[in-house]
T-cell receptor, first 114, second 115 residues
Framework: DVKVTQSSRYLVKRTGEKVFLECVQDMDHENMFWYRQDPGLGLRLIYFSYDVKMKEKGDIPEGYSVSREKKERFSLILESASTNQTSMYLC?????????????FGNGTRLTVT | AQSVTQPDIHITVSEGASLELRCNYSYGATPYLFWYVQSPGQGLQLLLKYFSGDTLVQGIKGFEAEFKRSQSSFNLRKPSVHWSDAAEYFCAVGFVMDSNYQLIWGAGTKLIIKP
């Protein structure tokens, strides 16, 4: 089975902390995604990566950065966490190809910033 | 601007009854169309997708969806729901804008199953 694993299921952080969310996939997929999920808003793309060290901003990149040093790992970084970043974060992966929809999702990390 | 609408926030259906979840989009050309399901505490799972060809698409778990160009819709259907279908369902639509591909998500429909 394809696995996309997010390192933490729940995280509680303080305002101003630097936060790392880790995601690992085991299918050798080129594409990896970080989404934020909020009730009534669906999923919003934060960042997308199509290869090692390659990244593209999504719809809401402000306050976030990403790192992809290895193909299987895609990290989301909150440089200085704020309360409005309290949310569910979903990582996903897919193989390279046209339309590139995210194919496999992790179970999510619910982040609370206090 | 391109948009995706799932008009129903919640739908309640009796177990064994048929189901139709609505998805409408706003776009000038034929987009790529997807349905995902998110079970409680889980990530999303791709149910089915439409790129071109036959407008009736079969997916996993007994779901199907029909693309209707004239109505700009891609509604998800299942003839008989099971309690395990209780989940949140998301429609997503892929567009090409300014030579860039974008995927826009609906807000989701939560399916509640009555025993």
């Amino acid at each position: 089975d394809v696995k996309v694993t997010q390192s933490s299921r729940y995280l509680v952080k303080r305002t101003g902390e630097k936060v790392f969310l880790e995601c690992v996939q085991d299918m050798d997929h080129e594409n990896m995604f970080w989404y934020r999920q909020d009730p009534g808003l669906g999923l919003r793309l934060i960042y997308f990566s199509y290869d090692v060290k390659m990244k593209e901003k999504g719809d809401i990149p402000e306050g976030y950065s990403v790192s992809r040093e290895k193909k299987e790992r895609f990290s989301l970084i909150l440089e200085s966490a704020s309360t409005n970043q309290t949310s569910m974060y979903l990582c996903a992966s897919s193989p390279l190809g046209a339309a590139k929809p995210p194919l496999h999702f992790g179970n999510g990390t619910r982040l609370t910033v206090t | 601007a391109q948009s995706v609408t799932q008009p129903d926030i919640h739908i309640t259906v009796s177990e064994g009854a048929s189901l139709e979840l609505r998805c409408n989009y706003s776009y000038g050309a034929t987009p790529y169309l997807f349905w995902y399901v998110q079970s409680p505490g889980q990530g999303l799972q791709l149910l089915l997708k439409y790129f071109s060809g036959d407008t009736l698409v079969q997916g996993i778990k007994g779901f199907e969806a029909e693309f209707k160009r004239s109505q700009s819709s891609f509604n998800l259907r299942k003839p008989s729901v099971h309690w395990s279908d209780a989940a949140e369902y998301f429609c997503a639509v892929g567009f090409v804008m300014d030579s860039n591909y974008q995927l826009i998500w609906g807000a989701g429909t939560k399916l509640i199953i009555k025993p």
